[in-house]
């Protein structure tokens, strides 16, 4: 998320075992223990691609580990989003999605608001004009999240309009 040192996307492999590594470091200073279920969610994440949610995160969990909780999941997320492993969303209907972090860039969000899809992309020109619109006022960026909503090529083409947002990472 933010503005300056953006780093150029790295092999999921790297990126995993980098992100283990700042997990485990971020634990050992909070003095909390190692955890095997709590291992389960962190592995799961970080093989899941694209914006899911704690529910969506519990199924995927649980086919491989079916004693894992919600609670378990939820709290493992905040820990991953506490240490800068996840980014948080909530795309317009209270519900927390993540993604991962580490080995992709910086990117804003397009918003299906008919069939819940999410799209992302990146526009240097955009990047620009935010950061020139916050030097005229003398702000300073820590970061910055751009979301528009709407409908997607498929909606559009489909003729949908809003219907159950959230259904589609
Ligand atoms: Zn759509
Ligand atoms: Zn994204």
């Given at each position: ?49 694209g914006h899911v ?36 969303h ?7 999605r993540?993604e ?18 999410i ?50 990472a």
């Amino acid at each position: 998320m933010t503005m300056k040192g953006r780093t150029p996307p790295r092999s999921q492999r790297d990126a995993c075992a980098e992100a283990k590594a700042r997990l485990a470091a971020h634990l050992s200073r909070a003095g909390l223990k190692h955890s095997h279920p709590r291992e389960a969610v962190v592995d799961a994440f970080l093989t899941t691609a694209g914006h899911v949610s704690v529910e969506e995160l519990t199924a995927i969990v649980r086919r491989r580990s079916p004693a894992v909780g919600h609670t378990t999941v939820y709290r493992a997320m905040k820990l991953l989003a506490d240490c800068g492993l996840a980014a948080a969303h909530d795309f317009g209907n209270g519900r927390t999605r993540y993604e991962r972090t580490l080995e992709k860039s910086h990117h804003d969000h397009l918003v299906c608001t008919g069939c819940g899809a999410i799209l992302e992309f990146e526009d240097q020109g955009i990047e620009k004009l935010q950061e020139d619109a916050a030097r005229r006022h003398g702000f300073e960026i820590a970061s910055h999240k751009l979301e528009l909503y709407g409908r997607c090529a498929d909606c559009v083409a489909a003729g949908r309009s809003r219907a159950s947002v959230g259904s589609r990472a």
